[in-house]
């Protein structure tokens, strides 16, 4: 995929954080005044500044529209979850993963080796030198230094902070204090053996206490900011509905989002064709002692399985994912790799013990494709951030605010949606993951702009968008049960078809008509190969589940306030 820079740069006010690692005075002490007002913020501070308040919270204050219009956006393709030779499982150098990335059409990557005793003890200082030397080489790709946090009580997630001079001593610290793996080993052994297991329920105030110690190293000025992404989230079904309530809630600036669809998305490909004959995304499982109820499987669906290569959290329409959205807080969708072992790659894991030196050591060339799981980052998986410019900073921002589409297979190469007001209201109106508002009454205009892709994908064909849904529903304000995991009011609004014989940019309008109470709406699309009866994605077939012939995007949610 080339790289998405779709539409015309324009000016915008950016606000430093004093204190930041873009400061030119960074060493100097906070103040007193300043220590008192942080201390007072707290998290309501964030979240007020963040406007990710309920819809209904806003009546009492005038509106102010986030992520304002301002014609098309510029976006850069990335990937949030990628592993090295610094994971017990990986294989790869650092440089290879950038370059790769590069080779495939990215802007920006983050290293996210798994967390746990050794890569606490080992890894963190291996790795460091290794994204400094990638940055060097490959100065038009933004390489984060990140961690695949052992989320405890759950399952796994990104966590990421831009460069800066205290960046490796925070992950470590938060690391050593936090990672699930760390807690749940025994003293022994290195851990600090506080918890049963790693994902089992007396980890989860670990998990809050996490998120708030990352958003205190930002509101002290330590980091300009820090993000965390639950990966894969489905997968063994530990990460329950009050789990991703409450992470949200600690730290709303932190804790942003997740993997709308997991990687390892050539894990499905049949043996016949030469592939694994597993799981899309690995996403084999059944429930587990630590696994939340909720999620058993029935006759009709499984939270286990992919569909459409997204996460059951993401694919179902009125889900779990609607559920939050319901609530009027945000809540992000992402894709990416996951790579470790890239399907049809030479190279094997190298001779290193990873336990005891913190790396597998040099991957070995055998000179023989391998079969293995996943793709090179950006090859398959993309996700594409809508952003001020390609920096570090704006990059984040724009994954924070909500701008950011999930592609597979490069089915789109860019996206521009305009939400706004036909009446009295915000008649700008807003993009993607931000927040308008409309007179109680009046009409509410959906613009879409699709921007087709203009080359072949990796797979070696051009991709063909057959259509675009249009998902709506009624923002109700915080669920009374935390474990909630059904938004039953959330459907899909309208399906545009996609001309076949289409080429470049298409458009689709809608308009909501005498909008009386506040509410949210979102996109997806398809290449429409494997559609259920009412237009929604396929259940993935373990041992048959070709990624190529099923292709997705889905957009990040826009939120409409009423007054």
Do not use: C
């Not at 989320?151 to 936090?178: C, K, N, Q």
């Not at 084999?284 to 499984?302: I, K, L, R, V, W």
């Not at 909630?484 to 899909?492: G, I, K, M, N, Q």
């Amino acid at each position: 995929m080339s790289h998405h820079h779709h539409g015309h740069t324009h000016e915008h006010h950016h606000e430093e954080v004093e204190g930041s690692w873009r400061d030119a005075e960074d060493d100097r002490p906070l103040s007193v005044a300043r220590r008192r007002f942080l201390t007072g913020l707290g998290a309501a501070g964030v979240a007020t500044t963040l406007g990710s308040l309920p819809a209904h919270a806003h009546d009492d204050r005038p509106p102010h529209p986030v992520n304002p219009w301002h014609g098309r956006s510029r976006w850069y393709a990335g990937d949030h979850h990628i592993h090295t030779r610094y994971s017990s499982d990986g294989q790869y150098e650092v440089a290879q993963q950038v370059a790769k990335a590069r080779e495939h059409g990215l802007d920006w990557v983050v290293i996210t080796d798994h967390g746990g005793v050794a890569h606490e003890k080992l890894s963190i200082d291996q790795v460091a030198p290794d994204i400094e030397r990638a940055r060097r080489a490959h100065r038009d790709v933004l390489v984060y230094q990140g961690l695949e946090w052992n989320i405890p009580g759950a399952e796994h997630a990104t966590v990421f902070l831009p460069p800066g001079r205290s960046t490796v001593d925070i992950l470590r610290a938060f690391e050593a204090a936090y990672d699930g793996g760390v807690l749940s080993t025994p003293v022994a052994q290195g851990g600090t053996g506080l918890l049963t297991r790693s994902t089992s329920a007396d980890g989860e105030p670990y998990a809050l206490a996490a998120l708030r110690y990352l958003e205190a190293q930002v509101l002290s000025g330590r980091t300009e900011i820090a993000l965390m992404f639950a990966n894969h989230p489905a997968r063994r079904g530990v990460d329950s509905p009050h789990e991703i309530r409450g992470w949200r809630d600690a730290a709303p600036g932190v804790a942003v989002g997740m993997e709308g669809a997991p990687g390892h998305q050539a894990a499905g490909i049949r043996r016949e064709a030469g592939g694994r004959g597993g799981a899309r995304g690995y996403y084999d499982g059944s429930p587990n002692q630590d696994s939340f109820p909720g999620y058993a499987p029935t006759a009709t669906e499984n939270p286990y399985r992919t569909y459409g290569g997204f996460d059951w959290m993401t694919a179902k329409v009125g889900g779990l994912w609607d559920s939050l959205l319901a609530e009027g807080r945000p809540w992000w969708v992402t894709a990416t790799s996951d790579a470790h072992q890239v399907h049809l790659d030479t190279h094997t894991p190298g001779s290193g013990d990873h336990n005891a030196t913190g790396s597998r050591g040099k991957p070995v060339d055998t000179g023989k494709p391998q079969v293995y799981g996943d793709y090179w980052p950006g090859f398959y998986s993309s996700t594409l951030v809508g952003a001020d410019s390609q920096s570090y900073v704006d990059i984040m921002r724009g994954m924070q605010g909500g701008r950011v589409v999930a592609v597979h297979g490069r089915v789109v190469d860019g996206l521009n949606l305009r939400v706004r007001s036909l009446g009295g209201g915000d008649n700008r109106g807003v993009t993607i993951g931000g927040r308008t508002f409309v007179r109680r009454g009046d009409s509410v205009e959906v613009g879409i702009e699709v921007d087709l892709a203009r080359g072949a994908n990796f797979g070696g064909a051009v991709p063909r968008l057959a259509k675009v849904d249009l998902i709506a529903g009624p923002v109700t304000g915080p669920a009374s049960d935390r474990d909630a995991l059904a938004a039953p009011l959330t459907r899909v609004v309208k399906t545009f078809e996609v001309a076949r014989t289409a080429r470049g940019t298409v458009r689709f309008t809608h308009t909501f008509r005498d909008v009386g109470s506040a509410f949210y709406l979102r996109l997806r699309g398809s290449d429409g190969n494997r559609l259920t009866s009412d237009g929604g994605p396929v259940m993935d077939v373990i041992g048959d589940a070709d990624p190529w012939s099923d292709l997705w995007f889905y957009a990040n949610p826009v939120f409409v306030d009423v007054v």
